[in-house]
């Protein structure tokens, strides 16, 4: 009786959640998770093949974004306003970038204190790569220098994130 119930149950399910749980169309990697914008224009289409049509084109090499989804060699992305669409795994880079969010300047310092020296203002937007974690503060590289800011001012780091 069981089999018969799960027979039914894949026969009536659509092909698409098939193929997504379908481990030949995963990568293994873990879902949600960073990765970068590897060319300097990455088409996003509607859906996971080149028979959807391009939503728009991203201008940005090295720009964080978060995959939400997998489907074979497709990757459904979301960028820091929570646009999302679907890209090419081709274009994307496991790098890990991140992006100062917000509307102010944020200050990098020395040390992961708040009142070490100041290094450098990053404006809002200005990507960088992500060095190490603590619980509060991240080491980025910003045009070449290396500073600690806290890792509430950036996008592209997940808060329980910490490595070094």
């Known amino acids: 009786m069981r089999f018969f119930v799960l027979l039914i149950i894949i026969i009536l ?37 080149t028979r959807y049509p391009i939503e728009w084109v991203y201008h940005r090499a090295g720009m964080p974004v978060e995959v939400i989804e997998e489907y074979d060699v497709w990757r459904k992305i979301r960028d820091m306003e929570g646009t999302s669409g679907w890209v090419h795994k081709s274009m994307l880079d496991g790098k890990h970038n991140v992006m100062i969010k917000g509307k102010e300047d944020r200050v990098l310092r020395v040390d992961p204190d708040a009142a070490a020296k100041p ?39 997940y808060d329980n994130e910490v490595f070094d």
Not at 121 to 136: F, H, I, N, Q, W
């Open 13 to 49: 399910m659509p092909a698409s959640v098939l193929a997504l749980s379908d481990p030949a169309h995963n990568s293994g990697l873990p879902i949600p998770r960073f990765v970068t914008l590897k060319p300097d224009e990455v088409n996003v289409r509607t859906g996971p093949g």
């Open 119 to 157: 290094l450098l203002k990053a404006e809002p937007k200005v990507t960088g790569r992500l060095m190490e974690c603590d619980p509060s503060w991240c080491r980025v590289q910003i045009s070449g220098r290396k500073g600690w800011i806290e890792k509430k001012y950036l996008w592209g780091v």
